[in-house]
């Protein structure tokens, strides 16, 4: 006997033991050694990480994707596997070591931590993939990869060495996001753009003539940094600006400094921003490198790693420079107290004119949280300008598309105007540049350190001392191996020629340019191949009122506690529901709640099932029902194994959700258990049509678990294994068969039980619309019924009138007077309501509350119409008012429909 209710805890534990037992997700199983292959890699999560919705929602549609095709009997790998997370690994690492009062990274020295770092992992590291597995996904976990494998890292060592020969790997000094606190440089996907309350400074710097005298004119810049005057190589202004045409070609004496700068025009200065005139520090401001090289501006890096003022010394600062000593003693100051001592210095000299609040995104980083600076150093790049041009080749050949398909324009874009990719980081875990240097300047690139030493004798005819470049790869570079690499490239194995090209790969969209576009890239260049088919981009998971998670606002929902509530098929199913195309997902836990009242449902069902009879008989022939009733839940559930396959074949998961929810509680719980009841428990039934209705009722609850699989699979796989029980190979569910039931369907069952399902929805409906009380039976009239309608009348005539609650069913050539009227697959029925209710007072009612809801659209419409509103809003308020007017215009619909029925005859 099943058990009254459904615990998932126990469940799920049970089940994920069955399924480990069986190897159930292992690729290449023999059984399937000829079936089509089906692959994805997960992308990997960090080694530090621990799930957040945004791993749910990923890892859940990747799950739904995987069983769907293993059910559908492909040969499914799904590539497991942890990033090693450069900057948050060694953060951890280093955090551990204060708290447990260890020395610390410097004082144990690289080889010594990075040992440290190893060890943490083996003992702490990857705790996410037992997170991965509580959400149920059946990743082949055997082959479980880690980007500082001993295969991964080969696969490094080979890309870059490879691309610096063909000249695609270079050293150069570029403007990189440098994180004071870790003393490195950052992808921009680690830098947070934060709303800051600051300043706007506006000083004045003289103008001076071709010999270097003060002419009397001046020109006044704004500035949000003060401190970085100091490095300030020109000023720019906007070429037509009236203003300022007699000025450009002419000098400035920079204050405090001394140093003898241009005036140039360049469209980047904004003539409707600040002064107009900005002062350009080419070392320190992303903008100002570009227009200092279109100047020919020489860039002066005035901070050290700390984000310190570097000057005493500094050759490029003093080159041309005349210092006060005031400016000379900043050296060694903080930039934050640099600043106020730079204004307070241009105030003493009367240079400073004006200071005006000014509110201004400053980037932080994501980990450190300190303010991040545009800083000049020597750094490893890739060009990857023809590298981008074979991936947008690809999309437009159609190699690889984007779901949905909106996004190929943003990928277009990013790619046509992609810039050098920044690939070394001054950390000590990740993957070392193999680069070694000789004592004169000498540069050899090798896969190891004897290679470079061979490389190095034969240049310098002798034997020399090498250094190992100190920094290591961006962990993107790594990532960007990721579908090839994890299946064994650069080695020619089974599994790459098997499962390469993956099929589908599903990640976010904020990673579509720092992830995606990169493993196309190289991919493309490394193998010759786009690595995946199909690229579906997730959006955002909110909170219930639609703003952003995070930490500081306290609205963070943990997936692994909504999990121990309401179980892991309750979570799933409610993501995969709410998985519109492009929409991000508002999640409220009432929501999930439902989806577990929902398992309820199907648990309870199932009991009522086991309760009435209703046993598997292996030898069910779906095909040889003479029931309506049977044969009319047979086509509807073919009907929904169509409707959901062909959504998950388009990456509607929220359509694919609907399609099995609504089979599940509304068809099969709700109407077909409701309509075989005189069937399994009247007196008097026809024994054979209820031997045949308990079989149907039991197939049909298999059909059920293998639909529901890919969203709920821990319940399913239990159902399953309790109605097989005592079943010879019965197996698990998860390497069973999807559901074929296209060729049982039948169109006179569906036109009977389907006519009969909508008369009785459509009373109700009407009834609920008319504010007829719940209580009072009402008559129904068949109008003008054909021979066919009345025969279906009379045999569930006891039906309706139990169902639909009427106290008579009658046939009339005419509507009576004062009735509502239905029109149900062509045939009119009309409900009498005179006595019942007050129609006249029931119009005014609903005229009175559409027009409230046409007002109430009017007035969102006018709000949505404003560009301001939409532009200045944040995200999730323009969200919440489209989706109130959404919601006014189907109440709308509603109130027109239930006007429309009431009539007067």
């Known amino acids: ?25 292992r690729a290449g199983r023999p059984e399937r050694a000829g079936a089509q292959p089906y692959c994805i890699v997960i992308p990997p999560p960090n080694v530090t990480g621990s799930l957040h919705m945004g791993h749910a929602l990923n890892n859940t549609l990747q799950d739904i994707l995987c069983r769907f095709e293993r059910l559908r009997g492909r040969d499914v790998l799904w590539q497991p596997g942890t990033d090693h997370a450069g900057i948050a690994t060694q953060m951890v690492v280093e955090r551990k070591l204060m708290e447990t009062q260890q020395p610390g990274r410097r004082e144990l020295g690289r080889e010594a931590f990075v040992e440290k770092v190893w060890a943490w992992k083996a003992e702490s590291g990857g705790a996410i993939v037992e997170q991965l597995k509580r959400l149920g996904a059946s990743c082949d976990w055997s082959r479980e990869r880690f980007t500082m494998d001993e295969g991964l890292s080969k696969a490094v060592l080979k890309t870059f060495v490879d691309l610096h020969a063909q000249g695609l790997i270079y050293r150069d000094k570029r403007l990189v996001n440098w994180d004071p606190k870790f003393q490195t440089a950052i992808s921009d996907l680690e830098v947070l753009q934060v709303e800051v309350k600051g300043h706007l400074w506006h000083f004045d710097y003289p103008v001076v003539d071709a010999d270097g005298a003060p002419t ?11 401190e970085t005057m100091l490095g300030d190589t020109a000023v720019a202004v906007h070429p037509e600006d009236e203003r300022y ?24 200065s904004d003539p409707e921003k600040g002064t107009g005139a900005v002062k350009i520090t080419p070392a320190h401001d992303f903008n100002d490198f570009e227009v200092g090289r279109r100047h020919r501006a020489p860039a002066i890096n005035v901070l050290d790693t700390e984000a310190r003022i570097a000057i005493a010394g500094n ?43 000014n509110t201004h995104a400053v980037p932080h980083g994501d980990r450190s949280n300190v303010v991040i600076e545009p800083y000049l150093t020597d750094q490893w790049y890739v060009n990857v300008k023809p590298l981008a041009e074979r991936a947008l080749q690809a999309v437009r050949d159609g190699q690889t598309k984007f779901v949905p398909e909106n996004y190929e324009k943003i990928f277009f874009q990013w790619l046509e105007n992609i810039e050098p990719w920044c690939i070394s980081r001054q950390l000590w875990w990740g993957h070392q540049i193999p680069v070694w240097y000789d004592e004169e300047g000498g540069i050899y690139v090798a896969g190891s350190e004897a290679e470079a030493q061979a490389k190095a004798a034969a240049a310098r005819g ?29 080695e020619a194995t089974p599994e790459l020629s098997r499962f390469y090209p993956t099929n589908t790969l599903v990640t976010g969209k904020d990673i579509l340019f720092f992830w995606v576009a990169r493993m196309m890239m190289m991919g493309l260049h490394l193998t010759d191949r786009a ?40 979570l799933r199913f409610t993501l995969a529901a709410m998985a519109a195309q492009g929409r991000d997902i508002k999640l409220a836990v009432n929501r999930v709640e439902g989806y577990r009242n929902f398992a309820t449902k199907l648990w309870n069902a199932s009991r009522f099932a086991e309760m009435n009879g209703c046993r598997l008989d292996p030898t069910f022939d779906p095909g040889a029902v003479k029931e309506t009733l049977n044969a009319w839940a047979i086509t509807e559930a ?14 509607r998961f929220n359509d694919a959700a609907a399609a099995a929810y609504r089979f599940v509680w509304n068809i099969f719980c709700d109407w077909y258990l409701e309509l075989a009841k005189p069937v399994l428990q009247g007196e008097g039934a026809d024994p054979a049509a209820k031997a045949e209705t308990q079989a149907s009722i039991a197939f049909l609850i298999d059909q059920i678990a293998k639909l529901l699989h890919p969203f709920m699979p821990f319940l399913t796989e239990e159902l399953w294994a309790i109605k097989g029980e005592g079943i010879p190979d019965r197996g698990l ?18 036109a009977e039980i389907g006519w009969v399902v909508e008369l009785i929805s459509e009373v109700r409906s009407a009834r609920s619309e008319t504010n007829v009380p719940a209580a009072a039976q009402v008559p129904l009239v068949l109008v003008k019924a054909d021979p066919a309608t009345r025969a279906r009348a009379e045999r569930w005539g006891e039906t309706l009138l139990r169902l639909a609650r009427l106290s008579a069913l009658t046939f009339a050539e005419a509507a009576p007077k004062n009735s509502v009227q239905l029109l149900v697959r062509g045939s009119v029925a009309a409900l009498p309501l005179e006595g019942i209710v007050d129609l006249a007072a029931e119009v005014a009612r609903l005229r009175k509350e559409a027009a409230k809801a046409e007002g109430e659209i009017a007035k969102l419409d006018a709000k949505l119409g404003n560009a301001d509103f939409v532009a200045r809003a944040p995200e999730e308020v323009v969200e919440e008012q489209r989706e109130r007017r959404d919601a006014e215009a189907a109440r709308l619909d509603k109130l027109r429909e239930a006007l429309a029925r009431l009539t007067e005859g």
Not at 249 to 257: E, F
Not at 320 to 330: D, H, R
Not at 532 to 543: A, E, M, Q, S
Not at 733 to 750: I, K, N, Q, S, V
Request: with cysteine; proline share 6%; charged share 25%.
């Open 245 to 268: 045409t007699a000025l450009v070609g002419k000098r400035v004496r920079l204050p405090l400094v001394g140093r003898l700068i241009p005036i140039v025009a360049d469209e980047y």
């Open 1 to 25: 006997m099943m058990d009254k209710t459904f615990d998932p805890a126990p469940v799920e534990a049970r089940i994920r033991a069955a399924w480990e037992d069986a190897d159930a997700f």
């Open 315 to 357: 050759a490029a600062f003093l080159e041309g420079a005349a210092p006060e000593p005031e400016a000379l003693a900043l050296h060694g100051l903080d930039r934050f107290e640099a600043r106020k001592r730079v204004v307070a210095l241009m105030e003493e000299r009367g240079l400073c004119r004006t200071i005006e609040p």
């Open 531 to 570: 690595p995946f088919d199909t690229v579906y981009l997730h959006t955002l998971v909110r909170d219930a009122s639609g703003a952003k998670m995070s930490k500081s606002k306290g609205n963070v929902v943990d997936p692994l506690g909504l999990i121990d509530q309401y179980g892991a098929d309750a």
């Open 733 to 750: 569910l998860a390497l069973a068969a999807w559901p074929d039931l296209d060729r049982f369907a039948d169109a006179g069952a569906e």
């Open 638 to 651: 073919g009907k929904a194994v169509r409707e959901v396959a062909s959504a998950l074949e388009a990456y």
């Open 462 to 490: 002798r034997a020399v001392t090498l250094t190992r470049d100190a920094d290591v790869l961006d962990t993107w570079f790594s990532s960007a191996l990721w579908p090839f690499s994890t299946l064994g490239w650069p």
């Open 216 to 226: 009397g004119d001046i020109i006044t810049v704004a500035t949000t940094r003060p």
